[in-house]
């Protein structure tokens, strides 16, 4: 077989395992995922290993959420903020509103936008936000900016800005409405950034462009736990007598 045919076999290989873990999970009745097992499964997945740099990803437990609770001036997030890289390659598929695969060279990784949350699956305006993103990024080739030190959110994909030219995705999605500025990933952003992120998201607020056409929109975050709680409930009072 001819390297260049192998090489695209292997690519077209990976996104496709990729992609049917993502959305062809079976659900606990051996049936399709619902939307709340995906809710849950999402939010609670720890990936092993950081697709950008092939280091032991932290563990949810001991990764994102103690490191909120530093001082943002912390030498930790200055170390983040001094370890900045950057990769280009193309968008070869969107999972929803604010994750995305990249293809560098024969690699495709699986990346999270730093700095937004889009509408979760079950939520309004998801198809929305996934649809923007698709138009926006989708084939594309891009830039984008991470830290070598290695940060990822909850579920241990790795967080990153991605630019289109000059043009900030994450910020595009703020300014129409399309998702929330996710003030958790703050210590892993300048302060200009998050500054900014935090100003479009309100003036797209006050102009209810997108999700703001509903007067109070729940936050991904809190629909995830919101789930997780209900699911909890539900397994409580199927071990009752």
Known sequence: MPKTTLSSTLVFGAILVSVLA???QRGSSGGPETIQERAIRTDTYNRS???????VAVPASLGMSRRNYLPL??????TVLATQATKIGTIVHIVDGDTVYLQVNDRVMLLRLSGVDAPDLGQPKYEDALEFLKQSLLDKKVTIHYSTYGIWDQTGVPLVTISDGDADVGLKLIENGMAWYNEAHQFY???ATTDLYKGKCNEAKDKKAGLWVERSPEKPWEYRARIRKEEE????EVKKP
């Open 233 to 236: 409930r539900k397994k409580t």
């Open 22 to 24: 993502v959305h062809a």
């Open 49 to 55: 290993v950081d697709s950008l740099s092939g280091r």
């Open 73 to 78: 001036d912390s030498d930790f997030r200055k």
């Open 189 to 191: 952003l300048s302060k």
